[in-house]
């Protein structure tokens, strides 16, 4: 959890705020998952905070979504395509990809265990997406 919030600070994805007035607040929630090794031990463990996106309101905290997905047809034709001209193709994972999407207007409460306790009311303003937000993969798209 530490060094995901490292991360997230070095990439400044927040600003703590006072909550505006005509705005609400979504909330957040660590998930965890332990990762294995081919023999079965334990390889690390990873900590990812997401928001509570599904308490977003159309309209009203997003107005479009996106999904990023690639259509079979389109892996067919590359793959063909490399097949006949000799090219060699390679899988690539950008790690945190969601986490570069630019926002606007997103309000969440600070992270449990990460409450600034000189100021707990306040809010992380979000700049950058996080999983879970209606507009994250949109955010990313349009960057």
Not at 48 to 66: N, P, S
Request: net charge positive; proline share 4%; charged share 25%.
């Amino acid at each position: 959890m530490d060094e995901k919030m490292v991360m997230l600070d070095a990439n400044a994805t927040w600003e703590l705020i006072d909550l505006p007035k005509d705005k609400k607040k979504i909330g957040c929630k660590w998930v965890y998952k332990v990762k294995h090794n081919a023999n079965g031990s334990v390889s690390r463990y990873k900590a990812r905070l997401v928001a509570k996106g599904y308490a977003q309101t159309y309209g009203i905290d997003y107005e479009e979504t996106y999904s990023p997905v690639a259509k079979m047809t389109i892996v067919r034709v590359i793959i063909a395509m490399a097949s006949v001209k000799g090219w060699y193709l390679h899988q690539m994972d950008v790690k945190n990809v969601f986490l570069h999407g630019d926002l606007q207007e997103v309000y969440m409460e600070q992270p449990p265990g990460y409450v600034d306790q000189t100021r707990p009311n306040l809010v992380w303003r979000l700049k950058k997406a996080l999983y879970g937000l209606k507009q994250a993969p949109k955010a990313l798209s349009t960057r």
